[in-house]
C-alpha cells in the first residue's frame, strides 16, 4: 500500500532522499460511461472483465457506475471525480 510509512519501511535504508508529496487528481470525462469505454480496454480491465462471465460483468459494471456516482461532483451529466494520490521521488543512496 501507497503510505508514507510503508514507502520509508521499503526504501529508508537505500535512499538518500525520499520526497512524498501529497497530490490531486480530477478524472474528467464526457459521461461515467464515456470513462469505462475509455479506461475498460487497459490491461487490467481487460484481464478483470474478460474473467468473468456475462453477469458478473454487468454487476461490476453496475458497481463501477455506483462508485462514480457516489464520488462525482459534475451535477451535469460529465464525470468530475476528485482523486488523491502519493507523489514520491527517491534518490537511491
Known amino acids: 500500500m501507497g503510505t508514507r510509512a510503508r514507502i520509508a519501511e521499503l526504501f529508508e535504508g537505500q535512499a538518500s532522499s525520499i520526497v512524498v508529496t501529497d497530490r490531486n487528481f480530477v478524472f474528467r470525462y464526457r459521461s ?6 475509455i479506461s ?3 490491461t487490467a ?3 478483470t472483465f474478460a474473467a468473468l462471465d456475462a453477469t458478473a460483468q454487468a454487476a461490476l459494471t453496475s458497481d463501477l457506475m455506483a462508485l462514480i456516482a457516489q464520488f462525482n461532483r459534475s451535477g451535469d451529466g ?3 471525480v476528485p482523486s488523491e494520490y502519493l507523489e514520491i521521488v527517491i534518490t537511491k543512496g
Open 78 to 80: 460529465t464525470m468530475v
Open 40 to 42: 475498460r480496454p487497459t
Open 45 to 47: 480491465r481487460v484481464k
Open 32 to 37: 461515467p460511461q464515456h470513462w469505462l469505454d
